[in-house]
Each structure stands twice: as C-alpha cells, then as structure tokens.
C-alpha cells in the first residue's frame, strides 16, 4: 500500500488531521514526535495504557511472593527468635511489601518494553531524522485510490510538505 | 497561573440556600440540647463525646488550611477550585480555640485518667496548667495564622466590592490596584504557607500528646501525634474532594470540576491513605516486636490481645486456620476491636482497592462516596482514639442518643460557619478559567 508521509510544526495540527485521518478510516498512522505531547497521544490512542495491567499482575504476584518466600523459609528451617511464632504475619508484611513494590516496578518496566515494541532497532520507511529535532512527521497507509484525498486532507491541515514514500 | 487568568477571580456574594441554613440550625439546636440534656444525666459522657467531635473536626479545617498552603508551596497549577475549598474548611480553625476553652470545663470527665494521680514522673508534664496554657498558646498561635493566610488569599478578589462599603471596604483599605494586590498577596501567602504548615504538624501533635494519648498516661509513642495529625489533613483532603464533587452542577461551578481534578485529588486520596496506613504499622510492628506490657496496652485495648499475640505459624495448617477469615472473626471478641476493623476498612481498605483504577477517580459518583466513606471512617477513628482509654470494656460507649446529638450538631455548625464563609463572605470566588 502507498504510504504518505505529512510534515508538521506544530502539535495541535498533527493530533486534529489524526483524529480527522481515524475518523474517514484510515487507522494504519504512525506519529514521530520529537518530545512527548499529551494531545497527540489522545488523538493516537485514547484508550488507557496497557502498561497498567502488567504493574497489577506485578504487585500482586509481589505480595504473594513475598508472603510465601518467607513463610516456607521460616517453616522450613524454623528457629525460635524472640519467642515469636516461625511463621509470624506482621514483620513479614515488611518484605511481602517490599517485593510488592520491586515486582510492580519490574513488571511496569518490561510492560513499557512489551507495550511499546521496544527496543525498536529497524525504523519504519517514513522515518527522517528531522523528526528527532524539530519537526513532526505523520506516516498514514492509504489505498491506492486514497492517495490524492489523503494528500490534500493533509495539506488542509497544515502540513508544510507531503511526500509519497512506498507504494 | 498566568496574570490574565487570576484577573477573572472575582468574589461574588450570594446567600445561603434556605433549605441546607435550616437543616445545619437544626442540627446545631439538637446538638446543644443533647449536650445540654447529657451534661444533667451523664456528664462524663457527654464532655468525651464533646472532647471527640471538637478535635475531629478541629484538625480537619486546620488541615483544610494546610492543603491550601501545600497548593500554594510547591505553586500547584491544578487544583482551581479545590483550593478555595479547603480554604472554606479552614473558616472553622479559628474556632477550635473557643471549642477548646469549654472542653475545658469538662475536665475533671476528660482528663480523669491522669488529672489527680498522674503517674510517677510525669506530674511536670500531665498537670492541667502547663495543658492549658500550651494548648491554648497552641491554638491561638494556629487561629492567627490561619486568620491572616486566609485574608491575604482572598483580598485580591475583593476589587470590585469596594465600593459596598461596611467590611467590604474595610478589608480593601489601602487598596493599591488588581494587579498589585494580586502580587502583594500572593508573596504574603507564599511567606505564610511554609510557616503554617510547620505549626500545623507540630501543633497538632502536641494537641494530640495531650488532649489524646494522655488518656491512657502510661503510654506514649513519638510517632503519634504525627499519625493522629496526618489523619486530620487526609480527611481534610476528603472533605475537599466531597465537596468538589458535590459543587459539580452549582452555578459558577460548571465546567470547573473537571475529570483531570477529580483525577488529581482522587490519586492524592489514594496515596496519602498508604502513607496514614504505614504510619499505624510502622508504630504497630515494634511494639508487637517487643511486646512490653506498657507499651502493648493501648492496641489491646483498641485491637484486642489477638493482634499482639500470635499464635500461629507452628506449621501451615496452624497458619491457614489462625488467618482464614472465619476464624479470624471469631477471634475478634475483644471490646473496641471490630470497630477499629471497621476504621481500617473505611479509611484504607475501601479507598485502596476503589481508588486503584484510574476511571473511579473520574467518577464523581464514586470519588464521593470513597471520601464520604473516610470522613466517617476518620470520626470513628478519633471515637476509637479516645473512648477505649476512658471506658475500657464497654464497647458501644462512643454510641447513644447524646453522642450523636453532639455529633449531628457540630456537623451542623461546621457546615453552616463553611457556607457563612463562601458564600456569605465572598471566598468562594468565580473560578478561575483554568484546566
């Protein structure tokens, strides 16, 4: 399929000819950003991370995990500290706790790798390195027959240039 | 915040609603005739029930106060509304001195534990002088504060009622002109936030060294004045959140209270709930460590002894049926200890596993409930707090018609001196434009 790609300045434009692009069907699109912007993200994807999910399945493997490393470690080599029970809910809080936070922050981190396809090493056929300076750069698949109105649509909203790449 | 979006914060006067003036003045008639009724038939009662609402809702407009001054010290751009909310709360701080000096009438029902046979070594501390002149330097230091952050946050919306005349003109003497207001106030509330929010964790703990954990004189703990004062800016955060919510569809209101607000005061719920959480177990897990009668005391007579002495953990067997939820119940037969469950759940447990999602924080339905849950919880908390120390073994004596009484009046009085304060008094300005 042609893939066109439209250059941009400013932010705005690039998430309103998105959300203008996902709402006449074109949803193959890939926005190059050179820093983050919260509108374009919206118009991309408005949907909530997924990256979420894998914090929560981290967390609460955490907290079982922590409970039961030191409850089958006590049990299994039990010695009296204290005068307290082997197996002793309240100081084990402590680390099931702590390997809550440690599996939730691992988890999130290899959920933002999963997530977002990184590391990314081959770059995709629209990418230029001015998208890493200054420029914002819109990469959009359209049927043959959609290349003109894509085209257009996109120098209606602001792009300062359109390029065929593939097709 | 930009210049050009302060300029729009004007005051605006209006009335009371009629319907809400008239439920708070009943409530508040209520709530003097039980204590009226009670201070002929049971004293002792009706003085702690006083003692307990009277610092419940004492701490939270302090810490109304506080959450203002914490918007103001670290410049936050969100909160819009929500600042002047918890400004409202704090109208009540100020009060709290008065609500003191009657509470201290009552002391000989208040202090009993302590007041004429304080334990060995602690008379220069627990004597009812050095309480009443700290306590009340403590307070009065608080309300000027308070007072004079208050003024200087909402005098520069007050330019275009100067001409009204009366305390309109009186509290805009001098006036140098919008913009000059804007900044001169804005520097004083910024050289009064750190100071007040200083004042506010040191008062408050000292208040809750003396007016709380000396009612039980043999016990003490360092942390608890931080842990007792942190739950008075929790719920003071809930309180704001409640009333954020609530305000949603009120004129001038529309289109301020925002789902990204709701987001914000919802995670700082969120958040600040752990943290409370961990100041209670941080103080509980040495103390269950060393277990020493004389500092176990005050959880066994909140917690009741299961929580102090383990008996499981021999093997798993053992382990599964000391900590499966039947035989946990079962347990809990110790006075006071449900109800201190129950605290856990309202001020933890509920806004934890409801607030974790990033939607009920959204949902105006849901925030509120959460917080209306915490404020509840946070008024058993101080009734848990206090009662166990003074009534050892009866485990509803926080409960009857004159603590309730005295409860529903002070909710009354509170929430008629908040909309005296913004709506009467022209704090709650017209919002600003800003997400």
Known sequence: MPTLVGVFDRPGDVAETVTRLKGRGFTKLEVYSPAPFEEIDDAVDPKPSKVRIFTLVGGLLGVVAGYAMTIWMSLDWPIVIGGKPFASIPPYTVIAFEVTILFGGIFTLLGLLAVGGLPSIKLGAGYSARFSAEEFGLVVEVPERDVAEVDGLLRAHSAKEVSLVAS | ?435
């Open chain 2, 1 to 435: 915040m930009s210049s050009a979006v302060v300029a729009a914060e004007q005051a605006s006067p209006r009335a009371i609603p009629t319907p809400l003036l008239g439920a708070c003045l009943a409530l508040i008639a209520i709530g003097v005739i039980a204590f009226l009724a009670g201070l002929s038939t049971d004293p002792a009662t009706a003085w702690r029930a006083f003692h307990v609402n009277y610092l419940y809702w004492g701490v939270l407009a302090q810490g109304g106060v506080a959450v203002a001054c914490a918007f103001v010290i670290i410049g936050a751009r969100w909160p819009g509304p929500a600042r002047r909310i918890a400004e409202g709360l704090g109208a009540w701080a100020p009060l709290t001195l008065v609500f003191f000096l009657i509470s201290f009438l009552g002391r000989e029902h208040i202090y009993s534990p302590w007041l004429h046979s304080p334990p060995p070594g602690k008379e220069v501390y627990l004597n009812a002088t050095r309480l009443f002149v700290m306590d009340v330097a403590i307070f009065a230091w608080l309300a000027l504060l308070t007072v004079a952050f208050l003024y200087y946050s909402v005098r520069p919306t007050l330019g275009a009622l100067r001409e009204r005349g009366g305390m309109f003109s009186r509290w805009t003497a001098g006036w140098r002109g919008d913009e000059a207001e804007r900044d001169l106030c804005a520097a004083r509330c910024r050289v009064l936030a750190p100071i007040i929010a200083l004042s506010f964790a040191t008062g408050w703990t000292f208040i809750a060294f003396d007016q709380v954990m000396s009612l039980t004189p043999t016990w003490y703990s360092n942390l608890f004045g931080a842990y007792f004062t942190w739950g008075g800016f929790l719920s003071a955060i809930a309180a704001t959140a409640l009333i954020l919510v609530l305000h949603r569809n009120a004129p001038g209101f529309q289109g301020e209270v925002t789902k990204s607000r709701m987001h914000d005061i919802g995670k700082m719920i969120f958040a600040f709930s752990i943290f409370w959480m961990y100041l209670f177990f941080s103080q509980y897990l040495v103390i269950w460590y060393a277990n020493m009668p004389e500092e176990t005391q005050f959880f066994e007579a909140r917690l009741g002894s299961q929580f102090m002495v383990d008996k499981a953990g021999i093997n798993l067997m053992e382990l599964a049926r000391t900590w499966d939820l039947k035989h946990f119940w079962d347990r809990i037969t110790e006075p006071y200890a449900k109800m201190t469950l129950f605290v856990w759940l309202c001020c933890w447990v509920i806004p934890f596993w409801v607030l974790l999602g990033q939607r009920p924080k959204k949902t105006p339905a849901i925030l509120g409930s959460v917080s209306l849950v915490m404020l509840f919880g946070f008024w058993l908390e101080r009734n848990v707090l206090v009662w166990p120390s003074l009534v050892p073994k009866d485990s509803f004596s926080w409960l009857g018609p004159v603590q309730i009484g005295i409860a529903g009046g002070f909710l009354g009085a509170f929430v008629l001196v908040f909309l005296l304060y913004t709506r009467v008094f022209p704090s709650l300005a017209v919002p600003s434009k800003h997400s």
